[in-house]
């Protein structure tokens, strides 16, 4: 659009004349052309003519005219119509108009026209345009312009409908302030509007006034507004009324816009509830050294904005945050430049030699050591306990927890290796091992043993030890001994006969290591049940699993349910069945009547279950240790179900405004039947699932804090099953213990340098493994020595937050990658030492948290200075890094793997100082910056299916200035330090579009993340690169992938609202201008059309080549061209 002075005269000189009042004819003319001019093209002329001086040029002429003792509504009525029509489209249209005297000026012209139908609309039209700002709808309240509108807003009726619809509108409008509605509410108009709404949707049978009833709708949702609103909405019987119009307008396809706003409001009206529980604190806490214990509800007044998503940035408040996305940019070129002194001093950086082990190995014992370890005995004898965690010897098994205590744990690791050691990795499971008709008999004895115990407990539950110390007997759960004891050996029978025909079949998984590595993981609750799938293994299913389609309006089904509640009680049963805190609700008596849970395991969280109706259960997360917040990850058992009917199940205390739920996420379930018959897979799982706020509350606190619902429907599959839901695929601390322990059996000791070693304790004093993989020189010759003393270091940590599970997949496939045969692991192995520690969170893993550690903080927001004593691994991982760097070892890549519960894909965040300038239109001439760091995500998004480079960036954000990501960027000086970011769900892009990630994929993700590494390495480009270039494309016919554009940060809208913030039914301009338009012919309505007759006292002829002359005028303004 061409903007200069002469382009745009035509326009400003026909704008001035009428401001200047000219003769009436002149002024209609070009008012005529104007509206001409306006409704021919888009939008855009009119936000052109608006940038003109357009509105304030209506507003004075407005003013002008209507000032008059007997203003001339020739004129006024399509000056006002032109105005409404402008005004909805200028944001300061209410500004200007206070500027210009005209909205105390429209309402006195609105009083003087009650009765006057067409004029009245043209008024509540321009009214309705000027309560777009708060101040000037706050006047018009203030000059009781609400009662007056109220006023024209009657019961049914068939006559002037566009003039009542246009009161209804301007009601609502004016009604966007806080004073408005509390002085609607106060003057009890919320029960006049239900009467009305009332009257219109049972009178109005032929469905021709449903604009009427969408736009009281609108008002009713603009005075719940309020808490005082919704109160008076609910004690009216608002809900139910509205329930029963709803119930109409389900039946009547023609009524079917009026069924979402009605269940909005009602959503919105639920009367607030709080949490059934006794308190908002976790069922969990945790005494924090050198903090009295009274001082714990300091830290954790609910609702203060502690780092509380799942992914790096805070996300409480996303609304907020896109709207200070810029501020939150680093500008600072020196403070982007800046690199702090060290945290400590360097004295205190030695203890981390030991770290190093590479450096100082003698590599002669290499091939002895080797030797050895074939020739030592096999396991220790398990006794015959199967999956309850066997009693901790602490006497000789103490893990150190300080830093540099070093456990080198690779004698003892030895020791222990497995018959079934050469099985382990590469085996295809259950081909020709477990044929079917054994299954089938170990089932059925599996489940006949099932049958005698009860279900669930009998699953988890053998003695402690041969004293009989027995979990069900603690719990009261009545069986005699005799009975037990015979059934104990029985039961174990079976399970060894199980265990030693499925023992090798997951690769890299052996349920005795499991449950060794068990029994040494302290938790809080002080866990002796193993969760079977965590114990069992899990082996991704075949295939791939699609994101779930959404059923149409599930969303308003399942709030209409929870409408029901308050409205037919009849069938609510509100019965607790489970509490984590009460153990006598954890083995309720054999009722068939409802389900069983528990989540006393590793990982495992849920705090409380409610059965609210037959099929139907609450379900309670437990907030992180020491804390009220961050529910979102959840894991229990579940058994004593129906086989063949859906079971709905409410997350209701969810905290993220949004969830992949509603885009095709499905949470994962597990069945011990299925496992035992040679199905070992956590499978996606859940039908009608969606996430949207509810009415509960916390236990104390403010009431509008709010909840979301997660749900989701299951159909059990099998009677006499235990199965296992979960949040995303579970992975627990004492899964990685045992994973490092086969990975450590696996390797060929003289080829791959393993090594696990203790780099700290945690707060609870389980051990942080640091894990050192490169590959053994060659020969013990100068070359090949000084060849492995000078390899390239890469770091790689991950799951700080315990709730993204899908990290430490990620993180699964790398290890196991890299200790693999494979020669692109050979020779990374040979270029780089990879220094990994998977699990920065270990007690918040263990204990079920989904953000914290166990002194409620976020660890990725410690890394500025943390704190030795609360946040050890943060603080010794740091140290590692500076004595990394104090030998000339600086890292050339760190990465740190997290999970993503807002995006698809896979993708980085890295930090680039020219990048976050550019976002902030910052100059950068001159500004000098290595682009390497875009290698690696350029590489992924090559070879990696699941890797969108669209999704990466690479901008330094204040409020992540202490995350690892910026923190060894900045302070460590690692050029190439990211975030790698996993969705819990699937893929918009490439050729897992569609799809759900599964294990496999998140598993091939840090395979390939490896891969990506060769581009960063010249050595290996030199040396290898064509031989294992072609490996790569030749294994993955994914060179080709290239993502497409995906969504730069949430989802597109869902069909139905998530959140009830905005007003439900929104106006659009072009209802606006439709019913304008239509309010300018004349009308059929039994007013005089006075206006009409004076306009047509012009000649046609006259009007017409006035209308030329300005037609040529104002052609010579470029608002024509779009
Ligand atoms: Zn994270």
Avoid at 204 to 214: K, L, M, Q
Avoid at 372 to 389: D, F, G, K, M, R
Avoid at 480 to 485: I, V
Avoid at 955 to 970: C, D, G, I, P, Q
Wanted: charged share 20%; hydrophobic share 30%; glycine share 6%.
């Amino acid at each position: 659009m061409t903007d200069s002075p002469s382009s745009s005269s035509g326009l400003e000189v026909l704008l001035s004349t009428l401001q200047n009042a000219g003769d009436v004819e002149s002024t209609l003319n070009i008012l005529s052309v104007l509206d001409e001019l306006l409704s021919a093209g888009t939008d855009r002329r009119i936000y052109y003519m608006i940038s003109k001086g357009g509105s304030e040029a209506l507003l004075t002429a407005l003013v002008n005219t209507a000032r008059c003792f007997s203003p001339n509504y020739t004129i006024l009525l399509p000056l006002l119509h032109l105005l409404a029509k402008v005004g909805h489209r200028d944001r300061r249209i209410g500004m200007k108009a206070e500027d210009a005297g005209a909205v105390v000026l429209t309402l006195n012209l609105l009083k003087q026209n009650l009765k006057n139908a067409k004029r009245a609309a043209a008024c509540l039209w321009v009214i309705q345009v000027f309560a777009s700002s708060v101040s000037t709808a706050n006047l018009i309240g203030e000059n009781c312009g609400l009662d007056v509108i109220y006023r024209l807003i009657p019961h049914y009726t068939t006559k002037n409908l566009h003039t009542i619809k246009a009161a209804i509108n301007a009601f609502a409008a004016v009604l966007c302030t806080k004073a408005n509605v509390c002085l609607v509410v106060s003057k009890g108009y919320i029960s006049g509007l239900l009467r009305l709404y009332e009257d219109w949707h049972c009178k109005d049978t032929h469905h021709v006034a449903i604009a009427i009833r969408h736009a009281l709708l609108r008002c009713l949702h603009k005075v719940t507004y309020s808490t005082a609103g919704r109160e008076a909405f609910f004690s009216l019987g608002g809900l139910r009324l509205i329930y029963q119009t709803t119930q109409t307008c389900l039946m009547n396809k023609a009524l079917s816009c009026l069924v979402e706003p009605s269940v909005q409001l009602m959503r919105k009206c639920l009367p607030k509830t709080r949490l059934p529980l006794t308190s908002d604190l976790s069922a969990y806490s945790f005494p924090i050294p050198g903090r009295p214990r009274s001082d714990l509800h300091v830290n954790i007044a609910f609702g203060d904005s502690c780092g509380d998503s799942d992914e790096e940035e805070p996300e409480k408040n996303q609304e907020t945050e896109n709207n200070n996305f810029d501020e939150d940019l680093e500008i600072d070129l020196n403070k982007l430049r800046h690199r702090p002194e060290p945290d400590r001093p360097k004295e205190a950086l030695a203890q981390y030699n030991v770290f190093c082990p590479e450096l100082y190995h003698d590599f002669q014992a290499q091939q002895q050591f080797a030797l050895e370890a074939l020739l030592l005995p096999h396991y220790n004898t398990w006794y015959s306990q199967w999956y309850v965690i066997p009693e901790l010897d602490l006497g000789s098994e103490t893990e150190k927890s300080s830093a540099a205590s070093s456990s080198d744990e690779e004698d003892e690791l030895c020791y222990s290796s497995s018959p079934h050691g050469s099985q382990i990795h590469g085996t295809d499971p259950f081909q020709g091992k477990y044929s079917k008709g054994a299954a089938q008999s170990d089932s059925r004895d599996f489940h006949i043993r099932s049958t005698v115990l009860g279900t669930s407990p009998s699953f988890r539950t053998t003695p402690k030890d041969s004293r009989g110390d027995n979990f069900l007997h603690q719990n009261g759960h009545g069986h005699n001994d005799e009975e037990e004891t015979g059934d104990e050996s029985c039961h174990q029978t079976i399970i060894d006969r199980l265990l030693e025909r499925n023992a090798s079949c997951i690769p890299h998984h052996d349920p005795k290591l499991y449950r060794s590595a068990a029994s040494k993981t302290k938790s809080i609750p002080d866990f002796n049940i193993l969760g079977f799938p965590d114990f069992w293994g899990h082996l991704p299913p075949q295939g791939h699993e699609t994101m779930a389609p959404r059923k149409p309006n599930v969303q308003r089904q399942k709030v209409l349910e929870d409408v029901q509640r308050f409205l037919n009680k009849d069938d609510i049963i509100n019965k607790v069945i489970f509490d984590v805190n009460d153990s006598s609700l954890q083995c309720p008596s054999d009722s068939t009547e409802s389900l069983k849970f528990f989540s006393k395991f590793e990982c495992g969280n849920l705090r409380k279950a409610v059965q609210v109706r037959r099929y139907e259960y609450d379900l309670i997360l437990n907030a992180d240790v020491n804390s009220c917040q961050n529910s979102q990850w959840f894991y229990f058992e579940v058994s004593n179900m129906e086989p063949g009917v859906p079971y709905r199940f409410n997350i209701i205390n969810c905290e993220k405004t949004n969830s992949q739920f509603n885009y095709g996420m499905q949470p994962v379930l597990y069945s011990v039947r299925e496992a035992l018959e040679g199905r070992p897979h956590w499978v996606r799982t859940g039908t009608e699932i969606c996430y949207y706020r509810n009415h509960f509350c916390p236990v104390r606190g403010s009431k509008t804090a709010n909840f979301y619902t997660l749900t989701f429907s299951v159909t059990f599959k099998h009677s006499e099953d235990v199965c296992y839901l979960a949040y995303h695929y579970p992975y627990s601390y004492s899964a990685l213990k045992a994973h490092l322990k086969v990975l450590q059996k696996s390797v060929d000791p003289a080829k791959v340098f393993f090594r696990q070693q203790t780099l700290c304790g945690s707060l609870a004093e389980n051990s942080c493994p640091l894990v050192t993989i490169t590959a053994c020189p060659a020969s013990r010759g100068w070359k090949d020595l000084h060849q492995l003393r000078n390899r390239t270091y890469i770091v790689l940590t991950g799951r700080v937050h315990p709730g993204e599970s899908n990290a430490s997949w990620v993180m699964k496939g790398t290890l196991e990658f890299l200790c693999s045969n494979d020669p692109v692991a050979q020779s990374l192995r040979e270029t780089f030492v990879f220094k990994i520690i998977p699990i920065l969170n270990p007690d918040g893993v263990i204990n079920g948290t989904n953000r914290c550690n166990l002194n409620s903080e976020d660890l990725n927001r410690q890394w500025s200075k943390p704190d030795p004593v609360l946040s050890p691994t943060i603080y010794h991982t740091k140290g590692f890094l500076y004595y990394l760097n104090s030998i000339g070892r600086t890292p050339l890549v760190y990465c740190d793997y997290h999970g993503h519960s807002r995006k698809k894909n896979v993708f980085l965040y890295g930090c680039s100082v020219k990048e976050t300038l550019w976002q902030s239109a910052v100059d950068t001439v001159g500004v000098k910056e290595d682009p390497g760091y875009r290698t690696i995500p350029k590489t992924l998004d090559r070879i990696a299916p699941a890797f969108s480079f669209n999704s990466c960036n690479y901008l330094v954000e204040k409020s992540r200035s202490a995350t690892a990501r910026v923190v060894v960027w900045r302070e460590i000086g690692v050029l190439r330090s990211y975030t790698m970011e996993s969705t819990y769900n699937g893929c918009d892009q490439g050729i897992y579009k569609g799809l759900q990630l599964g294990t496999k994929e998140l598993q091939e993700m840090g395979l390939k993340f490896c891969h990506s590494l060769l581009s960063v390495s010249k050595d290996v480009k030199t040396l290898y690169s064509r031989r294992l270039i072609n490996h790569i494309d030749l294994d993955h016919n994914t060179l080709d992938h290239t993502s497409n554009d995906c969504y730069e940060d949430d989802e597109p809208p869902c069909v139905e609202e998530i959140e009830y913030f905005k007003d439900c039914p929104t106006l659009k301009g072009a209802d606006l201008d439709s019913d304008v338009n239509n309010n300018m012919e004349c009308s059929d309505e039994d007013d005089e059309c006075e206006e009409e007759h004076q306009r047509n006292s012009f000649s046609p002829s006259h009007q017409n080549s006035m209308k030329t002359r300005l037609y040529h005028l104002i052609s010579q303004t470029s608002i024509g061209t779009e």
